[in-house]
Nanobody, 122 residues
Framework: QVPLVESGGGLVQAGGSLTLTCAAS????????MGWFRQAPGKRREFVAM????????YYADFVKGRFTVSRDKAENTIYLLMNSVKPEVAAAYYC???????????????WGPGTQVTVSS
């Protein structure tokens, strides 16, 4: 079973909404905190949001607070990233990752999905 696979990326109009999905293996979903990161061309990968393994705690990067929501669905072993009021700078490849350090750094995560691309039209 592949640990993590993202989907849901595509073209979204500025101001619109898009939901990214990350399908996780049983082990990954049960034992790890999950984070979302993004990487735009020519830029470093940056933290977006994270949710604890027990679903109770979330944390967001300042630039997405109030617009993005991260959640987990236990029945589906799935992590979601709902993006509202999308801005042009949202365009990037988005990655979900699993880790046990509850951190905002890439090094806090041990498993990564292949990514899904988000493009924003103005």
């Amino acid at each position: 079973q592949v640990p993590l696979v993202e989907s849901g990326g595509g073209l979204v109009q500025a101001g619109g909404s898009l939901t990214l999905t990350c399908a996780a293996s049983d082990e990954m979903f049960r034992y790890y905190d999950m984070g979302w990161f993004r990487q735009a061309p020519g830029k470093r990968r940056e933290f977006v949001a994270m949710i604890s393994r027990n679903h109770l705690n979330t944390y967001y990067a300042d630039f997405v607070k109030g617009r993005f929501t991260v959640s987990r669905d236990k029945a589906e072993n799935t992590i979601y990233l709902l993006m509202n009021s999308v801005k042009p700078e949202v365009a990037a490849a988005y990655y979900c990752a699993g880790g046990s350090q509850w951190g905002k750094s890439s090094v806090d995560y041990i498993s990564w999905g292949p990514g899904t691309q988000v493009t924003v039209s103005s």
